[in-house]
């Protein structure tokens, strides 16, 4: 299994440009999120989705779209890229077991918008 | 709202040497707790995880975290230190989605 996938590794935009960050798991979970990281901030929430055809806006979902048309995919798009968005946006598929959900992460995406 | 606090940005410890990573939550009802760890360049990986029982839990790669409802605390530890642990490492808690903290960088001197 090649868990969560994630293309492009790394990125550069112009500001104003768009473009989808790619997310893909074979592990068949419903539960998938995008998280951003930035330095000494942690991860943050940007969008979530518990199943396909359900999402719902995180933590910092401004300038993100998602949308889940199927249980193995998640894209994240930027409309409008901004300096602001220049981040490390992971993905994450979860599983349920017993009383809590257990995240497998992708190893990345490394943007940069100039 | 959870939240989640990990006090120390940066610790440096020296190879063979013990180490505990301070978190602290902020949650209403029973936590669910994780450790995960990110070396460089890399998505994070889970370390370990507390959804309930025993307090003390152990995870992969040696380390142990143990759950004190009293002092809202997960601190990580591990007993001996090696090089290939130094790495960034966060606390997260779950609450139909995952929080996590600000993370601890751990620098590992030979």
């Known amino acids: 299994n090649a868990g969560v996938t994630q293309t492009p590794k790394f990125q550069v935009l112009k500001t104003g440009q768009s473009m989808t960050l790619q997310c893909a798991q074979d592990?068949?979970?419903?539960?998938m999120s995008w998280y951003r990281q930035d330095p000494g901030m942690g991860l943050r929430l940007i969008h979530y989705?518990?199943?396909?055809?359900?999402?719902d806006q995180g933590e910092v979902p401004n300038g993100y779209n998602v949308s889940r048309s199927t249980t193995e995919d998640f894209p994240l798009r930027l409309l409008s890229a901004a300096p602001s968005q220049t981040s490390v946006y992971f993905c994450?598929?979860?599983?349920?077991?017993?009383?809590?959900?257990?995240?497998?992460f992708g190893q990345g995406t490394r943007l940069t918008v100039v | 709202a959870q939240s989640v606090t990990q006090p120390d940005i940066h610790i440096t410890v020296s190879e063979g040497a013990s180490l505990e990573l301070r978190c602290n939550y902020s949650?209403?009802?029973?936590?669910?707790l994780f450790w995960y760890v990110q070396s460089p360049g890399q998505g994070l990986q889970l370390l370990l995880k507390?959804?309930?029982?025993?307090?003390l839990v152990q995870g992969i790669k040696g380390f142990e975290a143990e759950f004190k409802r009293s002092q809202s605390s997960f601190n990580l530890r591990k007993p001996s230190v090696h090089w290939s642990d130094a790495a960034e490492y966060f606390c997260?808690?779950?609450?139909?989605?995952?929080?996590f903290g600000a993370g601890t960088t751990v620098t590992v001197r030979a």
């Open positions: 994450a598929s979860s599983y349920v077991t017993g009383p809590g959900r257990v995240a497998f």
């Open positions: 989705s518990v199943g396909a055809g359900i999402t």
């Open positions: 949650y209403g009802a029973t936590p669910y």
């Open positions: 592990m068949n979970h419903e539960y």
């Open positions: 507390y959804f309930s029982g025993d307090t």
């Open positions: 997260a808690v779950d609450d139909y989605k995952l929080s």
